[in-house]
């Protein structure tokens, strides 16, 4: 098994880190790809706002919050914090977070015979 101390560790990159071009093009770039280009797409450029900050913590809380006793000190502190960030974004609207999207386009290049 000595040789698997030779084998490169895969590295973890944080959370949304593909939204930085640099990190995007090392990626493509390392797997072949060449002529990276991105472009801001013009479809969807904000995200579809909630009706309010109890519909929205609701929808957080199912996705991302621990189940559990939410009475406990910290999950309560937690969702006071997720309600302060929400009540920031609320608009006539909704609660609205913007968002943007980027289309990435790469070309492996042609290998030859």
Do not use: Y
């Not at 390392?30 to 009706?51: C, D, K, N, T, Y």
């Not at 199912?62 to 920031?88: H, I, N, T, W, Y």
């Amino acid at each position: 098994m000595r040789w698997l101390r030779d084998v490169p560790q895969p590295t973890c990159l944080p959370p949304f880190s593909l939204a930085d071009p640099a990190v995007t093009t090392d990626i493509l770039t390392q797997a072949g790809f060449a002529s990276v280009e991105f472009a801001r797409s013009s479809a969807g450029s904000l995200s579809s706002a909630v009706p309010n900050i109890d519909a929205a913590h609701e929808a957080v809380a199912g996705l991302f919050m621990e189940q559990g006793d939410s009475r406990s000190p910290e999950k309560e502190g937690v969702s006071q914090r997720v309600r302060a960030l929400l009540g920031s974004h609320l608009t006539p609207d909704g609660v609205l977070f913007d968002s943007r999207a980027w289309i990435v386009t790469a070309h492996k290049p042609q290998q030859r015979a």
